[in-house]
Every structure is written in structure tokens, then in C-alpha cells.
């Protein structure tokens, strides 16, 4: 005998006063009502109801059994109404776990939209670098950076993790850039110590098809991701960051990638949770929220190109060094400048020079203050177009020597 349901057909029927009422309220037959208040009194060795052809009361041992009951069943009644509105209405305790790691850099302005977007749901977040069982810690929803999780869970992958060695660009200005894998040996390096095991990680690095893991012996250690990050921005060493939290970094130029052809892709981050059928609406709609807004979300990670583009700023800081240094050389060099200007009109009108000869003992330094003036010069010999002078248009040119050092470089450095 399902008693709960007995019990729910005497009560109504002794509410109702009328078994046929009783049974029309639950929505089974009449006779099914009889029955089962039939079976209910058997089990209990009493009767519940006087009977007659036009009234149904109580006896007083049903009447003893309804005050008992009828509470209970309110409450047992409240209960599983509350459970079948969570299947419509987002509201409830909501109980999350995530790494550290991903908390303030990935999660957590998620979370607060979804907050503001569903402010009856009362969000329980924990934050820890651990697997988490979501029966055993009695969580509704998961994440997890690496592999996908087993144990049997649906698990979402949601954007790549990967590892770029990275520095900023005041230790590349004071210390170089590694060239080569070998080459962090000499460099000061940041390091991760896991917070769950204690172990130093490797480094990894991508060669051809396979990922090699090697021990980078690091100047400081950290076992939380945004102090490692920090300390690499600060200048204090070389760092291998997630991309999840250097992508910003270098975007905006406060980070320089190294090493770009060895990045490795560590996994992904995933989210995870039990089957969505047996799901509240409010975890339901959690998950959909954060798979809409995480889903291969660019601003976690970094493209072949963007890479390439940005492990080279070298060109723009060039250019404005160059100017730097030009500023200060024409200072330096005003009074040379302004004698190879007056020489420069001095052939130009025809007029004799003691030793024109100096013209090429001039360095390439002087000639570009001098032609920075860009001063007419119509009338110079061939023998001076080595030196930045344009006979055809009569207008002085930049040589392509560097002003900063003895190497070629683009004309672009100068413009």
C-alpha cells in the first residue's frame, strides 16, 4: 500500500466530507479513493469514516488520526511544491567550485552578472586547486583547468589554456630577450609551486609534435598565478603564464611574449556537472549563462598572429629612440650642422670651399642634422650623392645609416 498516498486521499475525503470529491481533487477514480481509505483503516485495525448513502464523518479514532496528520501533510505538501517550482523559477542556493587560479582573472566577473541578472539565487562559491566531487562536496556546478574531468559528469570545454613564456619589456631593456629554450639558464625566472601538491612546475615547451617539460630553476616562487604574473610585470624575471592571464597583458603592450614558436596548449577549461535533466532552473540557467559568455572567448587566449605581432615591438621602440637620440644629437651637433648647411648654399651658388674633401671625411651623423633642415640643393656634383644629396630634386635626404649605431636599418627608423 503507497501510505502516503492513503493518507492524502483520508485527509482530503475527511476535508471534502465526500470520497467522490476527495478522488476528483487527486485526479483518480472514485473507486480508487475507496480503496485505498479501505486499505488505510485494514492497516491500522480501526475505522476512519461512519459511511452512509449521503454523508461521510469521521469516527473518533479518524478524527484523532487527521488532527495527527493534516500538519505533516501540509508541510510535506509545501515541500513538494517548492521543489517542482525550482524546475521554473531561478531562485535558490547555488553552490560553485573553481580553481584559484581562475577565480579574479576568468570567473568572477561572471559571476557577478549573473548575480545582478538573477538576484534570488544565493551564489556559493569555493575556491580551491583541488578535483571536487560533486556529490561528495554537494556542489552544483564545476570548473576545471587541464584534461576534461572523469567521473562521470558532462563536462563542457569552454577555452584553451596556454602556457606563453613572457616578460616585460623593462627586463628585456635591462637583461635581453632568451633566444632559445637554453638560453632562460641565463635569465632570472618566476616560478608556480602547486598550492595542492607543493611541487614546483616545469615549464612546458612545444617542440615539433611532442611537449617537453623542463626544470627551470626559478629567482622567486609563488604559489598563486596573479602574484606570478605580477612579479613579471614588475620586471623581476622571465614567467611562463596561462594565457588566461597574460592575454590582457600583452595585448595592451605590458608584457612582451618570448619563445612563441615552443607556446604549448595545456588543456582547456572546462565546466562540469551532473546530467541537466535532474538540474534545478537555476543550475540550468547558470550553466548556459557561463557557457554563452566563456565559450572559445578570445580574451583568454592568444592567436598565431596576434603572437607574432607582438613578440616584436622592437620596431616602434627603435623608431622612438631614434628620435630621442636625434633631439640630443642636433644640440650636440648645432654648430656642425650649421657649417655644413652654410658650405651646402655655398655650392649651391656656385662659390668656391676650402677642402669640399671634408664633405666626405663628414660623418653620416652630421650629414642627417644637417639634411634635417631639408634646405635646398640644386647644384651639388655626383660625388655627393653617397652622402644623402638628391641632385635631381635639389633636396637634401636622410642616409640610411643609423644614427644610434653602425648597422643598416629601414628608412622607416628615421620617419
Known amino acids: ?40 483503516e485494514k492497516e491500522l485495525g480501526v475505522r476512519l469514516f461512519h459511511r452512509t448513502t449521503r454523508k461521510l464523518s469521521l469516527t473518533e479514532e479518524g478524527q484523532r ?45 561572471h559571476f557577478e552578472e549573473f548575480q545582478r541578472l538573477y538576484p534570488h539565487v544565493r551564489l556559493e562559491v569555493q575556491f580551491d586547486d583541488h578535483f571536487t566531487d560533486l556529490v561528495t562536496e554537494r556542489a552544483d556546478v564545476g570548473f576545471r583547468g587541464g584534461p576534461p574531468p572523469a567521473g562521470g559528469s558532462i ?15 623593462a627586463y628585456i631593456e635591462r637583461n635581453g630577450a632568451p633566444r632559445s629554450i637554453d638560453e632562460l639558464a641565463q635569465h632570472r625566472c618566476t616560478g608556480y609551486r602547486r598550492a595542492n601538491t607543493g611541487k614546483l612546475a616545469q615549464w612546458q615547451f612545444q617542440i615539433g609534435d611532442e611537449i617537453v617539460y623542463r626544470d627551470v630553476p626559478p629567482a622567486i616562487c609563488v604559489n598563486d598565478t596573479q602574484m606570478e604574473t605580477q612579479a613579471v610585470l614588475s620586471g623581476l624575471g622571465v614567467g611562463q603564464l596561462g594565457s588566461f592571464n597574460a592575454a590582457v597583458h ?41 557557457i554563452e559568455r566563456m565559450a572559445d572567448n578570445r580574451d583568454f587566449f592568444l592567436d598565431a598572429a596576434e603572437l607574432r605581432a607582438a613578440r616584436s615591438p622592437q620596431r616602434g621602440r627603435g623608431r622612438e629612440r631614434a628620435r630621442t637620440w636625434l ?18 648654399h655655398r655650392i649651391e651658388r656656385g662659390e668656391k670651399i676650402p677642402r669640399v674633401e671634408n664633405l666626405a671625411e663628414t660623418d653620416h651623423t652630421t650629414l642627417a642634422l644637417g639634411l634635417a633642415a631639408n634646405q635646398p640643393l640644386s647644384r651639388l656634383d655626383d660625388d655627393r650623392r653617397g652622402h644623402g ?21 629601414d628608412d622607416e627608423l628615421l620617419g
Open 389 to 409: 644629396i638628391d641632385v635631381a630634386s635639389g633636396r637634401g635626404r636622410a642616409p640610411r645609416r643609423s644614427v644610434l649605431r653602425d648597422d643598416y636599418v
Open 155 to 169: 563536462a563542457r570545454r569552454l577555452v584553451p589554456i596556454q602556457l606563453v613564456v613572457c616578460a616585460s619589456p
Open 327 to 344: 633631439v640630443r644629437w642636433r644640440a650636440r651637433e648645432q654648430r656642425v650642422a650649421r657649417d655644413f648647411i652654410r658650405n651646402a
Open 250 to 290: 600583452i595585448r595592451s603592450g605590458r608584457l612582451v611574449p618570448l619563445l612563441t614558436q615552443h607556446v604549448t596548449e595545456y588543456g582547456a577549461l572546462y565546466i562540469y556537472y551532473g546530467h541537466r535533466t535532474e538540474q534545478p532552473l537555476r543550475v540550468r540557467t547558470f550553466i548556459d549563462f557561463m
Open 65 to 109: 488520526l487527521f488532527d495527527s496528520v493534516q500538519p505533516a501533510l501540509s508541510i510535506l505538501s509545501s515541500a513538494l511544491g517548492d521543489a517542482r517550482r525550482s524546475k521554473e523559477e531561478v531562485d535558490g542556493l547555488l553552490r560553485v567550485s573553481a580553481p584559484r587560479a581562475f577565480g579574479m582573472p576568468v570567473l568572477w566577473s
Open 1 to 40: 500500500m503507497n501510505e502516503i498516498r492513503a493518507i492524502t486521499t483520508f485527509v482530503r475525503a475527511a476535508a471534502l466530507g465526500s470520497l467522490r470529491r476527495a478522488a476528483v481533487d487527486q485526479g483518480i477514480s472514485p473507486q480508487a479513493a475507496s480503496q485505498a481509505v479501505m486499505q488505510l
